[in-house]
C-alpha cells in the first residue's frame, strides 16, 4: 500500500508539474486554459489506457466484477486518481467550479482510493473511467474552441457538442446504468465499491438535466439560426426580385403598367412573412 500512495503522490506532482510548464510557455493565458490543456491530455491517456484496458485486454467489466486488480490496472488508476487530485486542489483554490463538480470530484477521488486500498474491482473501476474520460475529451474541445473563438462556427460547434450528447447519453447513462446493475446483481464487488458505483451514476443523472438543458437551448439557437438565414436569404431574394422588376417596368412602362400594381400586390402579401421571420429572430 506504501508504493501504491508513493506513486499516486508521484503523479500528482508530475500533473502539477505539467501545469507549471503549460504556465511558462502559455504566459499570457489564464490559469484556466493551463490546467484545461492538462485536462485535456489526462483525459487522451486515460481514455485511450482505459480502452485497451477495458476492450482488447480480456476483462469484460460485465463478468470480471470483484476480481483483484491487475498491474495495468493500478497503474491506470493511479495516473488517473493523482490527476484529480491535483485537479480537485486547482478547483478549490481557484473556486471555479460549482458544488456539483466538486461532489464528482470527491466522489471519483473515494472510488478509485477505495478500489486501490482493496486490491479489487480494477476492471469495472477502469470501465468507468473511460466512460468519463471519453466524453472529458470534447467537453474540453468545446472549451478550446471558444476560446479560440471557434466556437460560433455552425459545422465545428454542432458537431462537437452532438458527439458530446450522444457520448454521455450512450456511454455515460445507457452503458453505465448496465454495468452499475451487473455490478449490483454480482455477489463479489464489496459493498463500498457498489456504494461508490451507485453515487457516481447519480452524479451523472445530476449531470444529465443540465445536459438536456444544454441541449433545448442549442437546437432553439440552431433553429434562430437557421431561421434568421431563411429570413435574410428570403429578403435578399424580395428585393433582388422588386429591382429586376421596377428596371424592367421603367425600361417598358407602356407594356408593364399592369406588371407594376401586380408587383407592389406581391409585396403587400409577402409582408407578413418578412415580419414573422423579423420576430424569430428577437427571440
Not at 495495468?72 to 456539483?100: H, I, K, N, R
Not at 486501490?116 to 468545446?142: C, D, M, P
Request: contains cysteine; hydrophobic residues 45%.
Amino acid at each position: 500500500m506504501d508504493l501504491i500512495v508513493q506513486r499516486v503522490t508521484g503523479w500528482v506532482v508530475l500533473w502539477f508539474t505539467l501545469y507549471r510548464a503549460c504556465k511558462t510557455v502559455f504566459n499570457k493565458k489564464q490559469p484556466e486554459y493551463n490546467c484545461r490543456i492538462v485536462t485535456l491530455l489526462h483525459a487522451i491517456c486515460i481514455t485511450v489506457t482505459s480502452c485497451y484496458l477495458t476492450f482488447f485486454q480480456g476483462s469484460n467489466p460485465y463478468t470480471v466484477l470483484g476480481f483483484p486488480n491487475t498491474s495495468a490496472q493500478v497503474t491506470c488508476l493511479t495516473v488517473s486518481l493523482g490527476y484529480f487530485l491535483y485537479d480537485f486542489m486547482w478547483c478549490l483554490y481557484y473556486q471555479t467550479e460549482g458544488p456539483v463538480m466538486i461532489m464528482h470530484h470527491i466522489v471519483s477521488i473515494t472510488f478509485m482510493a477505495v478500489c486501490l486500498y482493496l486490491g479489487v474491482s480494477g476492471t469495472e473501476t477502469v470501465a468507468t473511467i473511460f466512460g468519463s474520460e471519453v466524453t472529458s475529451i470534447f467537453l474540453n474541445a468545446r472549451w478550446f474552441l471558444k476560446s479560440h473563438e471557434m466556437y460560433n462556427n455552425a459545422i465545428v460547434g454542432y458537431t462537437v457538442d452532438l458527439i458530446f450528447v450522444l457520448l454521455f447519453l450512450i456511454v455515460r447513462i445507457g452503458v453505465g446504468g448496465t454495468l452499475m446493475y451487473s455490478v449490483w446483481a454480482s455477489d463479489r464487488p464489496p459493498s463500498m465499491v457498489k456504494a461508490g458505483g451507485t453515487m457516481f451514476y447519480f452524479i451523472n443523472c445530476i449531470f444529465l438535466v443540465q445536459i438536456i438543458s444544454f441541449s433545448r437551448y442549442r437546437l432553439k439557437n440552431w433553429s434562430n439560426s437557421s431561421a434568421k438565414k431563411n429570413g435574410t436569404n428570403h429578403l435578399n431574394s424580395i428585393n433582388t426580385s422588386k429591382h429586376i422588376s421596377t428596371e424592367h417596368i421603367s425600361v417598358k412602362e407602356h407594356k408593364f403598367n399592369g406588371a407594376a400594381k401586380l408587383l407592389n400586390q406581391d409585396h403587400v402579401l409577402l409582408k407578413p412573412c418578412v415580419f414573422d421571420n423579423a420576430k424569430l429572430l428577437t427571440k
